[in-house]
């Protein structure tokens, strides 16, 4: 069981952990689709999703909204059909509109009475601030991917946060949904994890690429580690 007393800061992944993002993909690309009499299962749309997002991410850098939009290009492909610009434009812009997991807010201020919080979240700036009033907390450092130029699984985005936290590895406790974008790289840079199993139409997997990690504390939402950190597992 994890110690939580030998942590000073915790790091949070946003979407997907704290965010619920696959209602707000399933949305769109649910929308998209159907104007073009297109349809597929959930579980389909987000392992599309998943595999979609991490293609784009690769190579030179470029900003998350341009990856969004490269994404919906590839939801045409596959599906045969050419999305308007509209279309392509409305899956980033659906992005303030995505709404908070129904634990999040009351968990993030409980654990802001203890631990100093931090965000790491593949994301540009202005996208971010325009989900930061819905967290209902003032966050202690803010790293996204446009910052670090690189998206998580990079290592880039890691140590641009631990430069910026300013403890050692061992003092912070990294929180994520995704195996493959914080789980793994987190652990290998001497980070504790915790995986926010949560629940999804692509059960243990959700809207992003599929790989195998050892978190050190798997739970299914943020009350959880709220309990976890007061000394009371459930």
């Not at 819905?134 to 670090?148: N, P, R, S, Y």
Request: proline share 6%.
């Amino acid at each position: 069981m994890l110690d939580f007393s030998r942590f000073e800061i915790l790091t949070f992944d946003c979407y997907g952990t704290l965010i619920n993002w696959e209602q707000g993909i399933l949305q769109s690309i649910h929308r998209i689709l159907a104007a073009h009499g297109k349809d597929s299962d959930d579980a389909t749309i987000l392992q599309l999703y998943g595999d979609f997002e991490a293609s784009a991410e690769q190579g030179v850098y470029r900003s998350y909204r341009e990856v969004l939009q490269s994404v919906v290009g590839h939801f045409g492909e596959h599906f045969g059909f050419a999305p308007t610009n509209d279309e392509i434009r409305s899956l980033p812009e659906s992005i303030p509109n995505w709404k908070p997991w129904p634990d999040t807010r009351d968990a993030l201020r409980s654990l802001h009475e203890r631990f100093r919080l931090a965000i790491i979240s593949n994301v540009d700036d202005d996208l971010f601030a325009r989900t930061q009033p819905q967290l209902g907390v003032k966050f202690d450092q803010i790293i996204t991917a446009q910052q670090a130029k690189a998206y998580k699984p990079s290592l880039k985005i890691f140590h641009l946060a631990l430069s910026r936290v300013g403890v050692p590895a061992h003092r912070i406790l990294h929180i994520g949904q995704s195996i493959y974008h914080d789980v793994i790289p987190a652990k290998s840079l001497g980070l504790a994890t915790v995986w926010v199993n949560r629940p999804s139409p692509r059960t243990g997997v959700g809207a992003v690429k599929a790989a195998q990690g050892h978190p050190d504390l798997q739970v299914s939402g943020l009350a959880e580690i709220v309990s976890f950190a007061a000394g009371q597992p459930l």
